[in-house]
């Protein structure tokens, strides 16, 4: 996502691009390798996380409650599990002009970040979904407990976290991007950004999440057959 982000940039939008490039370079240094400044972006959040800084690791889902053939019931806030909340108040924190005696390079390199990589988290269905039925009366802990033996994978959540094993394994801090590269112009070839104009148009990231849901109850669940009990088989 970070490199489709990059070359998209590069070619429409320059003066975006530069600034992007601003935002980002007083934290490059802390970085596995600054050689691809918006992948090490978008991967910084989560080798921080590898590294100890576990504060943060908790704010990748969005809690949206399916009761699947269950009565309804109040589901507990749990505002760790707040990835709108993450993505808006990082997002306000690399928007914000106001003065200060404070240096704010530091807060708008690390923010940017942050919305570089959980936007491309909320686009994972099952980050936004949580399953509530007769086998899963507590939920499904977003689709971990919902066993699968598909592609050698043994829940829905890592199925779908790895994108049903198509991404291939690439050895960080990168050599190249060549093998990536490849990927992202199959993908922008295949799906032109011309035919997204409607998707792109909307900012709203609630949408986005609402969507990503959507494809988990459509999809995940109803299209694998996990809709039913199967799911826990």
């Given at each position: 996502?970070?490199?489709?982000?990059?070359?998209?940039?590069?070619?429409?939008?320059?003066?975006?691009?530069?600034?992007?490039?601003?935002?980002?370079?007083?934290?490059?240094?802390?970085?596995?390798?600054?050689?691809?400044?918006?992948?090490?972006?978008?991967?910084?959040?989560?080798?921080?996380?590898?590294?100890?800084f576990g504060l943060t690791n908790q704010w990748g889902y969005e809690i949206t409650p399916w009761f699947d053939g269950v009565p309804e019931k109040t589901v507990e806030e749990h505002p760790k599990y707040d990835l709108l909340g993450e993505i808006g108040n990082s997002q306000a924190t690399v928007d914000v002009s106001?003065?200060?005696?404070?240096?704010?390079?530091?807060?708008?390199?690390?923010?940017?970040?942050?919305?570089?990589?959980?936007?491309?988290l909320i686009h994972q269905p099952m980050r936004n979904i949580l399953?509530?039925?007769?086998?899963?009366p507590d939920g499904d802990n977003f689709?971990?407990?919902?066993?699968?033996?598909?592609?050698?994978?043994?829940?829905?959540f890592d199925l779908f976290e790895d994108a049903f094993g198509q991404y291939q394994n690439l050895n960080?801090?990168?050599s190249s991007t060549t093998r990536l590269d490849s990927y992202v112009d199959s993908i922008m070839t295949e799906f032109p950004?011309?035919?997204?104009?409607s998707e792109i148009n909307d900012d709203t990231k609630?949408?986005?999440?609402?969507?990503?849901?959507?494809?988990?109850?459509?999809?995940?669940?109803?299209?694998?057959n996990l809709s039913s009990e199967q799911a826990n088989d």
């Amino acid at each position: 996502i970070a490199r489709i982000a990059e070359k998209d940039l590069q070619d429409n939008y320059s003066k975006s691009y530069d600034k992007v490039l601003e935002m980002l370079e007083p934290l490059n240094k802390l970085t596995l390798a600054g050689k691809y400044p918006f992948i090490d972006a978008a991967l910084f959040i989560k080798q921080s996380e590898e590294a100890g800084f576990g504060l943060t690791n908790q704010w990748g889902y969005e809690i949206t409650p399916w009761f699947d053939g269950v009565p309804e019931k109040t589901v507990e806030e749990h505002p760790k599990y707040d990835l709108l909340g993450e993505i808006g108040n990082s997002q306000a924190t690399v928007d914000v002009s106001a003065s200060s005696r404070i240096d704010s390079t530091f807060g708008k390199s690390y923010s940017l970040r942050e919305v570089l990589y959980r936007v491309g988290l909320i686009h994972q269905p099952m980050r936004n979904i949580l399953r509530f039925s007769s086998s899963h009366p507590d939920g499904d802990n977003f689709g971990k407990d919902a066993k699968v033996n598909i592609a050698g994978y043994k829940n829905l959540f890592d199925l779908f976290e790895d994108a049903f094993g198509q991404y291939q394994n690439l050895n960080y801090p990168l050599s190249s991007t060549t093998r990536l590269d490849s990927y992202v112009d199959s993908i922008m070839t295949e799906f032109p950004k011309s035919d997204f104009s409607s998707e792109i148009n909307d900012d709203t990231k609630s949408n986005w999440s609402k969507k990503s849901y959507q494809i988990a109850q459509d999809f995940a669940y109803t299209a694998l057959n996990l809709s039913s009990e199967q799911a826990n088989d």
